[in-house]
């Protein structure tokens, strides 16, 4: 099982072996490849084995017909001898600031729902004001920068007994995190992911599964408040065609009052 969730980071450096590693983690023979990119079965054959080198373009060429997330792309061309390709500076960097601000009013202007963004990691970036209202009663240490979400969501001392489809809530976050590892080959997602099964779930947990789970789309949360339970529901969005790593990795995470009751239990939170 590691095998599979093997950072392309952790593999031989060569040009080759990486394109062989995404190829195989696409599920593609060289012919599919080869096919989809134009090129030769048999000059395919030689750029993974070595005995050719690609050119830049070939580089991006594959690389788009793999879907290799950008930040694995600037990894390809540097091992093929390339600059990298896109930019990868941190959020807070000054040169964000533009960005930043964007993100930010998309989630200010989500109030007063709740609203927050997420690096690759899973770690909280921003949020709106509501975000926090909601995250009072969980545990100091879960809270302490840099807060990962997914700890948060599922430890016993974070948030989970408080969220009443917990099952439904921790199965719908593991399909959302195998398929980023899928996507992504990050070590450091499979061994979050590996750390979060082993979790207990409260042995007072219902079994509750609330309908209206839409998958890739909308999922039903159900969590108590001091304002009273809240029904949620929950999507995720990307930025569709970045240029910058960062973003790219940026997950905006939005919830929605499903009935209202939580809209106006929601509003009087936001009221203090």
Known sequence: MRAMHS?????????????RHWRQRRRLSQLDLAHAAEVSTRHLSCVETGRASPSRDMVLRLARRLDVPLRERN???????YAPMYRERPL???????????????????????????????????????????????????LRPPVNVLRLSLHSRGLATRIANLGQWRTHLFE?????????????????????????????????QLPDEHLGVLMPFQFRTAAGMLNLVSTTTVFGSPVDVT?????????FPADDASAAALRVLAQG
């Open 247 to 255: 973003l790219q990795e940026l997950a905006l995470e939005t919830f």
């Open 176 to 208: 959302r995190l195998r398929q980023q590892i899928h996507e992504s080959g990050d070590a450091v997602l499979a061994a979050l992911l590996q750390e979060l099964q082993a979790y207990p779930q409260p042995p007072d947990a219902p079994a509750l």
């Open 7 to 19: 950072s392309p980071h952790s593999i031989p450096a060569p040009f080759g072996e990486r394109l």
């Open 75 to 81: 990894a390809l061309l540097v091992a093929a001898g």
């Open 92 to 142: 807070d960097a000054p040169e964000m600031a533009g960005a930043r601000a964007a993100v930010q009013r998309i989630l200010d202007c989500h109030d007063p729902w709740p609203a927050l963004a997420m690096d690759r990691h899973w770690n909280l970036v921003m949020a709106n004001r509501i975000v926090p209202l909601l995250l009072a009663d969980a545990d100091a240490e879960l």
